[in-house]
């Protein structure tokens, strides 16, 4: 089983009520060797919401960190909400903390939370997906500070999933695929997917491969758990799905470099 879990939440995100040593321990429990906790930071939030106080958060998992120093390496992460408008700001963020790992993630779209029903209420299914797809391009061409994109088809949780065929996005995706290898960046397998009941980890299968074929090498796994049950969570399947796409190694970020471990 991969042993390190590269995004997972705590009660420092606005999303959990997950005390930060539970996660802890919850991690321990499923047997993990690391885990990154990568709060939720996401700019203009039409709510106010998911702006983390970075400095406690920190604090706190410094102590954790040296509390369970013999049992988890436990490292510091964040989860960008990307938007294109938003990069000076994210760079003077990320440019503040000693970050071991980035996740840069598209949470809206035109001010929307493909969340809410009314993101696909107002573009439907197709056009909603495409849109999303469209933002993550914008977003790569204003923006560099990041590891790894997180979810990549995250919005297709919230629409019909049946009507989601990567196929007839292919073009699309191609290029946000081949602009993050030539940054140097990665993407990550998320196991929420099956959580969500979609039948496969962000992204597609068809998307995953793709990514490999194209030549793209670095792959974290991450639960994006945001309680302590869902850490770790689906990650007996995890090996099978990357190999499966032709991947031979998962990566890890410790002080944002990047470390291969053998599958």
């Not at 879990?5 to 999303?15: A, E, I, K, Q, R």
């Not at 945001?226 to 002080?255: N, P």
């Amino acid at each position: 089983m991969i042993r390190a879990d590269l995004h997972v939440h705590t009660n420092y995100s606005s999303d959990s009520d997950e005390p930060m040593e539970n996660a802890v321990r919850a991690a321990i429990e499923a047997g993990l060797s690391v885990m990154c906790i990568t709060e939720h930071m996401d700019m203009d939030f039409p709510t106010g919401e998911f702006m983390v106080d970075t400095d406690a958060y920190k604090a706190e998992l410094s102590a954790l960190k040296e509390k369970y120093a013999d049992r988890i390496e436990l490292l510091f992460g964040i989860e960008l909400g990307l938007m294109d408008y938003l990069a000076p700001r994210l760079y003077e963020y990320t440019s503040a903390y000693p970050f071991d790992f980035i996740i840069g993630s598209s949470h809206l779209v035109d001010g929307m939370d493909p969340y809410e029903p009314e993101y696909f209420g107002k573009y439907g299914d197709r056009n909603g997906i495409l849109r999303y797809f469209e933002s993550i391009l914008a977003n790569i061409g204003t923006f560099d500070d990041f590891d790894v994109y997180g979810h990549l088809d995250y919005a297709v949780r919230y629409c019909k999933a049946k009507s989601y065929l990567p196929s007839e996005y292919r073009e699309l995706t191609d290029e946000i695929l081949k602009k993050i290898i030539a940054m140097g960046k990665g993407i990550e397998l998320n196991t929420a997917g099956l959580k969500y009941g979609l039948g496969w980890a962000h992204p597609h299968p068809d998307v995953l491969k793709r990514y490999r074929e194209l030549g793209g090498e670095k792959i974290t796994v991450g639960s994006d758990g945001h309680k302590g049950e869902h850490i770790a969570y689906d990650f007996d399947k995890a090996s099978d799905i990357l190999k499966a796409a032709g991947f031979e190694y998962y990566t890890v970020f410790r002080q944002r470099k990047a470390e291969f471990v053998k599958l």
